[in-house]
C-alpha cells in the first residue's frame, strides 16, 4: 500500500525557513512524479512545486519560486521529497501535502497545478508563518 508521510512542518517568524520532507513507501510503479500543493484556512488547495520522474523538471508557482527549492533523493525502496522554504511569509502560512502521480499523462508544465493528476497525497504538515 502506497504511502506518503509528511514531516517538517513548524511556526518560524516572517523570513525565516522550514524545510518540510515527505517519504514515499511502496511506490506502485517506477513512472510518477511527486509534488507540493498548500492550503490556507479558507481557501482552496494550490500547488507549490513538482518535479516529474527524472527529477529533470520542476515546476513552481510564480509567488514562491525564487524563495522554494523542490527536491528529492532515493534509498533503497524508499524516496523522498523536500521543499526548502527560505524568506517564508505570513501567506505561506497553510498546511503543506505531498502528492504522488503515477499513472496518467507526463508532468508537464499544463498540468503540474491540476489536484486530478495526483493518485496520492500525504496527511499534510502546518506551516506557520508570524509576522
Known amino acids: 500500500q502506497v504511502q506518503l508521510v509528511e514531516s517538517g512542518g513548524g511556526s518560524v517568524p516572517a523570513g525565516g525557513s522550514l524545510r518540510v520532507a515527505c517519504v514515499y513507501s511502496?511506490?506502485?510503479?517506477?513512472?510518477?512524479?511527486m509534488g507540493w500543493f498548500r492550503q490556507a484556512p479558507g481557501k482552496e488547495r494550490e500547488a507549490v512545486a513538482a518535479i516529474n520522474r527524472k527529477g529533470d523538471h520542476t515546476y513552481y508557482r510564480d509567488s514562491i519560486k525564487d524563495r522554494f527549492t523542490i527536491d528529492r533523493g532515493n534509498a533503497k525502496n524508499t524516496v523522498y521529497l523536500h521543499l526548502t522554504m527560505i524568506g517564508l511569509k505570513p501567506d505561506d502560512t497553510a498546511v503543506y501535502y505531498c502528492?504522488?502521480?503515477?499513472?496518467?499523462?507526463?508532468?508537464?508544465?499544463?498540468?503540474?497545478?491540476?489536484?486530478?493528476?495526483?493518485?496520492?497525497w500525504g496527511q499534510g504538515t502546518q506551516v506557520t508563518v508570524s509576522s
Open positions: 511502496e511506490l506502485p510503479s517506477a513512472n510518477y512524479a
Open positions: 502528492a504522488l502521480a503515477v499513472s496518467g499523462p507526463a508532468l508537464e508544465a499544463t498540468n503540474w497545478k491540476n489536484i486530478s493528476t495526483y493518485n496520492y
